[in-house]
């Protein structure tokens, strides 16, 4: 350590600033955590009118769908009655809203049991296979980003770049039937399809496996390119000139202080893609038959079980608004910029 | 200045490609792709039927060429109901900013990204039932906040500068300043946006045709063709195989484009690589 780095904390020249912007400002932080609750209640609100709205104005009556088109008008209108289509469409929506608020998700039309039964069932396949994916993904994206930044302009920064294009360009479920023609029909080490269930976790995960990879590949690309360009843009920041300029090697300057800051950016793409893999498996679910999340609203869709598509979607659009509100949450820990605002 | 000029040719070579036979599949096709010939099915590729037959008989060559301007379409149209509407309204909010309405379109923007965008796209197609134009106004919703938010960041930017209050104190108006001065200077934004945009309306009009919700048969799609092909996976691999090659050319391709356009037209990146 060279004599004039030493300082303590007495003789730091701006006192005031030093606590105001390295500090963690309890105060402000509970302000802004407020502020973003707000927003995003807000958002909640606003999301559930409009997909009470987009499901009121779908042609064909939930009713008339389950009885056929040799119903009477009066057992249409007994089972209206009974699935609580009745009332004026403001004590519809205020059913189905303070509904959700109570934990109570309305009762699914096909399967006769309620909704939050169902979503329960399907999130233990949705949930483990979002995470499998998403740590497929990271276990990836890390390395190979870190790879490709470390050699800028290098023949393996090339290569690594055109791999994830290719890798983004891919259609996750063609690249699925892929995996299946190879692994499952060509080397049969795995099945093509179905879900045997949490009693046997190898198989559950086995069952897993090509699913997670179908869906990692497109998000481990999207996450190499992010991570590349955010370690790229600590490396030109100062303070990695300091580290060298302190004697730390190369390699040591990018573990030790650009990675870190690297992270920043990298883990509001993870959080983003957790929630788009909730969702966005719907086709890959289709693809290898798992009865999770995605299938049920796909199924729901199909058979015109309104209340399941509606309240799944909610769910949904809810996670997303959830891991975008954390994701602000964690930033404004981490710079103190942004509480300001 | 052109650190990547290799793969801006690659994409546009390959983009070019792609709508070109789309437009010849206009005019000519070497087969009839609505003829069934069940006589003639699942055929090796030959000098007739260059990648060989379906297994309804028909030739995969036109298949791909005729698939290729039905995604196209889809997603140029798409794009284009993005545009037309999410980028007069980001003008809109950069010009009143900080006012009721900029807030609210801004918001409203933020729903929208909030919302599954393939589960909202099935839902609508599900509902007003498959067809192509349904297609594209499930993909093009989604379209809309990504303009509005690209044109209203590029715009507030130019909102800054020195020529802009010149032309306020020459008494222009709020939109005539957005019409003449601010839309030309963003429309680099725009045009990488939209070539980004076209990619992903290509994969997600070939999601939704792959699970049914395309456009109709018989107009073939890349989609369906894959659909169809997956029962026949375990004999005819190439009947899969062709279509998704297809698709990730051409995404790859306009993603290729549209980061080379980047680096070119962005004048702080291309500063940086110097």
Redesign the interface.
Known sequence: MPPFGRSSRKDTPFPAFRTRETGFNLGAMLRYALHRLFSLTLSLMGASVVIFLVIEVIPGDSATFMLGLNATPETVAALREDLGLGGSLWERYWAWASGMVRGDFGTSYTYRVPVSDLVLDRLWVSLPLALYALSLSALIAFPVGLVAAAGRGTAADYGIMGATQLGIAVPNFWFAMLLVLIFAVNLQWFSAGGFPGWEHPGAAMKALTLPAIALALPQASILARVMRSAVLETLDQDYIRTARARGLSHRQAVLRHALRNALIPVLTIIGLQFSFLLAGAIIIENVFFLPGLGRLIFQGITQRDLVVVESVTMLLVFAVILVTFLVDLAYAAVDPRIRQT | MRRFPLALWIGVALSALFLITALLSLVWVPHDVTRLVIAGRLQPASTTFPLGTDQFGRDILSMLMVGARTSIAVALVAVGIGMLIGVPLGLAAAALRGSLPDEIIM?GN??I????S???A??IT???GPSAVNAILAIGIFNIPVFARVARGGALGVWTLDYILAARTAGKGRVRISAEHILPNIANLLIVQATIQF?LGI?AE??LS??GLGARPPTPSWGRM?AEA?TM??TH?ML??LP?GA???M??GL??MGDGLRDLLDPRIRRARQ
Do not use: H, T
């Open positions: 918001r933020d729903l990204f909030a919302f599954p393939l589960v909202i099935i839902l599900a509902v007003f990619s994969l070939a999601a792959y699970v894959l997956q996976i375990y691999p899969a195989l998704g698709i990730m050319l995404v790859l993603n290729l």
